[in-house]
């Protein structure tokens, strides 16, 4: 059973900085594709930030390119996304997925995913 267990949100002022991580079990974890993705009330899941986890590849959406990094950590099956220079519009519920398919370029779309993190919140003020 794949479990995607996510940690790190909060409240920050406009400016400051988090790290979220996302852990993962029973899951394939050299082979695939992780992901961050993000919903704010009201809005769609867009995808944030993807890392292909065997040969450590990302992708970042516009709005947080120079802002958002995503990692991975093999030995603790553990992605991060160290988010800087946070604004309110990043405020959103972060969820953390997993692919056991090849998403070639539907890298952002959620329905690639088929394991997902319970979400952790993610509140920037100004």
């Known amino acids: 059973q794949v479990q995607l267990v996510e940690s790190g949100g909060g409240s920050v002022q406009a400016g400051g900085s988090l790290r979220l991580s996302c852990a993962a079990s029973?899951?394939?974890?050299?082979?695939?594709?992780m992901g961050w993705f993000r919903q704010a009330p009201g809005k769609e899941r867009e995808g944030v930030a993807v890392?292909?986890?065997?040969?450590?590849?990302?992708d970042y959406a516009d709005s947080v390119k120079g802002r958002f990094t995503i990692s991975q950590d093999n030995a603790k099956n553990t992605v991060y996304l160290q988010m800087n220079n946070l604004k309110p519009e990043d405020t959103a519920m972060y969820y953390c997925?997993?692919?056991?398919?090849?998403?070639?370029?539907?890298?952002?779309?959620?329905?690639?995913?088929?394991?997902w993190g319970q979400g952790t919140q993610v509140t920037v003020s100004t």
């Open positions: 029973g899951y394939t974890y050299s082979s695939n594709c």
């Open positions: 890392i292909y986890t065997g040969g450590g590849g990302t």
């Open positions: 997925a997993a692919s056991s398919n090849w998403v070639g370029s539907q890298y952002f779309n959620p329905r690639r995913y088929n394991y």
